[in-house]
Structure formats: structure tokens, C-alpha cells
């Protein structure tokens, strides 16, 4: 018989408990003294803004009365009370006060008594620093979008600032009617559809490759491999890495995928197929099959059919609507591209692929 696990002596066991509790308790006290330090911004916002209208005379040395504020809070309470900041904390409540925030309205028993409405509606849930990005966001329905996202994926500041960089709302926006991308700003990405889960392009500046004049389709797969965490992330939502160079074998012949991935919201398999050149017929023929593979031998009955994505460095769209069936909804190619361009010329590119598609139904 195989030996029992060895028990943890009482006093481990005490020590373990109590422990976990103790860590359990400073991330919440972390994340109740953000949210409460991200409110009092909001609300000293708001008695400055409040403060200065309440006539022209007042608003016009409104700098004046900052500077003066600044100098008295900082005697007081110390760093954190520049005037740029306090200028930041006024701004913070100009564009948060009458935007239809996707920040989380909650019930609050113990209002302070001077407190504004506005500020008891709300539940701000990011850190201070995400709040001075989101606030820049001109578009009120991206900033909603980044918003929803920052706090339903934990994004760090700095990823936050990557997907902006990456014109990430942009990107899923383009695929959908007026009414989804209207969803993008009210409940952030759903995932409900393969094309919800769908980007072109694909931006993998992580992966270093930008400076590199030409390389091997095995290089790009281990640069993914390497940094799996980032692809990931730019995958998008409920993406589980499966296996690298998979092979299975029909009719005597061998066969590698080369990326399989398992979206757990779809509940289906994705197969990712890399290519450094432009995407063929062939291409899209053999995703079908390996498509058509995992349908009938590899996923389950309760499971969804399997996708198929690749990623190219060019793509023929006229090419790919006519290859691939009508009514399309299982393979895709895509476009990667190794360098994080400016925001305005991933615009440019993107509105380029609108007028291309829209030739393309012309054509039809």
C-alpha cells in the first residue's frame, strides 16, 4: 500500500491558517485604502471645481487659488497635493461627474454628510495612476471600454498602457456593427462568438523581432513560446495555452500544429498556424483539415466547433473571402505585425482594412 501523506503537525496547521488570513486581510485593506484614496480625489475634485464656478470672478484666478490650496495641504499633509495634481484631482471629477461610467454603483450606509452624490454612486476599483491614463481618453466610450477591461483583467498600468498603445478597442471595433461596438463601451469584450475573439492585426512588439530584417517560422514560434504570457494577453479573454507542435496522424501521414490554445469562454479549441510570408489557398486548405481533424476526433460532444486562426505577414482579403465558405464562422487569417506603431497609424491602417473590405463586398 502506497504510505498516507504525512499530516501537518497541529501548531503548522494554526500557523498556515492564520497566516493565510493575515495576507488575505493587507490585500484588502491595500485595495480599501485605493479605492477610498481614489474617492477622496474624486471629491476634493469636485469642491474645486464647485469652488470655482461659483462665480467668473472666482474661476478666473483659479490657478491662484490652487497654488494657495497646494502650499496649505502640503504644510499639513505632506507630498501629493501639487497644484499639477490638484489640477489632475479637478479634471478627474470634470470628466468622471457626468459620464455614464462602467465604474460600479454600490450602496453606501454611512455617507459622509457632505459628501456629493456623484461620489457615493461610484466604486472606483483602479489605482490613482490608471484613473490619470483613463482620464486623457478622449472618446468617453473607449474610456469606459478600458476601464471595464483594466478591472475584469487586473491589467497593470502598464498593460493598460500597452492595449491602448496597441488601439486594442480600435481593433475589436472593426468587426462589429454599431450596436456591438456601443457593447464594447457599456460591458467590454463578450466573448460569444469566434469572431468575438478575432483581431486584425495582431501587435506582437514584445516579442523583440521588429529590428530583425527576416526570420524563420520556427523563431517566431519559440519568440511566442518565450514570451507565452504576453501572446496570451494579446490573444484576448479565456485563452488556455494546450501544446506546441502538436502532431496527430490520418492516413498514415504525420501532422503538426503548430500553436493549439482552448478558449474557455467558446468552449472550443483554437489552432494557431504561423506564417512569416503571405497567406496562401493552401494555407487556408490545410487549416480546414486540421480544423475538420479536431472536430471529429479531438473535441467532445458538449464541446464547440474548433477554430482556426493564422497568422500571416500578409494577407490577400479578395483571396481569403473566396477560398474560404460563405458563411464562414471557423477559420480566419490574420495579420501580425512585430513593432508597436503610433496610435494614429494603426488608425490608418485599420481604416484602410475598412475601405479594402468594403471594395471587396463591392466586388461581390
Known amino acids: 500500500m502506497p504510505d498516507k501523506p504525512e499530516k501537518k503537525p497541529l501548531e503548522e496547521q494554526l500557523y498556515s491558517s492564520v497566516s493565510h488570513l493575515i495576507e488575505l486581510a493587507r490585500l484588502k485593506v491595500i485595495a480599501s485604502v485605493n479605492t477610498t484614496m481614489v474617492t477622496t480625489y474624486f471629491e476634493i475634485g469636485r469642491l474645486i471645481v ?3 464656478q461659483q462665480g467668473e470672478e472666482r474661476a478666473a484666478y483659479g490657478k491662484g487659488t490652487l497654488k494657495q490650496l497646494s502650499i496649505k495641504l502640503s504644510d499639513k499633509f505632506g507630498k501629493g497635493f501639487s497644484v499639477e495634481n490638484l489640477d489632475r484631482m479637478r479634471f478627474f471629477y470634470k470628466v468622471y461627474a457626468n459620464q455614464n461610467s462602467s465604474t460600479l454603483l454600490t450602496n453606501l450606509s454611512d455617507k459622509a454628510p457632505e459628501a456629493n452624490s456623484a461620489t457615493l454612486s461610484r466604486n472606483f476599483q483602479l489605482s490613482w495612476s490608471h484613473y490619470i491614463k483613463l482620464m486623457r481618453i478622449e472618446n468617453p466610450d473607449e474610456r469606459r471600454f478600458y476601464e471595464i477591461e483594466s478591472i475584469e483583467n ?10 491602448f498603445d496597441s488601439a486594442l478597442y480600435e481593433r475589436l471595433a472593426l468587426s462589429r456593427d454599431k450596436a456591438q461596438v456601443k457593447q464594447l463601451a457599456e460591458k467590454g469584450q463578450q466573448v460569444q462568438q469566434p469572431q468575438d475573439i478575432i483581431k486584425d492585426p495582431y501587435v506582437l512588439e514584445f516579442l523583440g523581432l521588429k529590428e530583425e530584417a527576416a526570420f524563420s517560422e520556427s523563431k517566431l514560434e519559440n519568440r511566442i513560446i518565450d514570451e507565452l504570457q504576453h501572446f496570451l494577453l494579446e490573444l484576448g479573454k479565456g485563452f488556455a495555452f494546450v501544446g506546441r507542435q502538436v502532431r496527430f496522424t490520418f492516413d498514415e501521414k504525420h501532422f503538426r500544429i503548430d500553436l493549439v490554445f482552448y478558449n474557455r469562454f467558446l468552449r472550443c479549441f483554437v489552432l494557431l498556424d504561423l506564417k512569416i510570408g503571405e497567406v496562401s489557398h493552401q494555407d487556408l486548405g490545410q487549416m480546414q483539415m486540421y480544423v ?14 474548433t477554430i482556426g486562426i493564422i497568422l500571416c505577414k500578409e494577407k490577400n482579403k479578395a483571396l481569403v473571402e473566396i477560398t474560404l465558405p460563405k458563411e464562414n464562422n471557423q477559420i480566419f487569417a490574420s495579420k501580425y505585425q512585430t513593432f508597436l506603431p503610433s496610435k ?3 488608425k490608418a491602417v485599420l481604416n484602410d482594412t475598412v475601405k479594402d473590405d468594403e471594395n471587396i463586398g463591392g466586388e461581390a
Open 50 to 52: 464647485e469652488h470655482e
Open 154 to 163: 487586473n491589467w497593470s498600468l502598464r498593460e493598460l498602457q500597452r492595449q
Open 292 to 305: 475538420n481533424y479536431y472536430d471529429r476526433f479531438v473535441k467532445t460532444d458538449d464541446e464547440n466547433p
Open 344 to 346: 494614429e497609424e494603426l
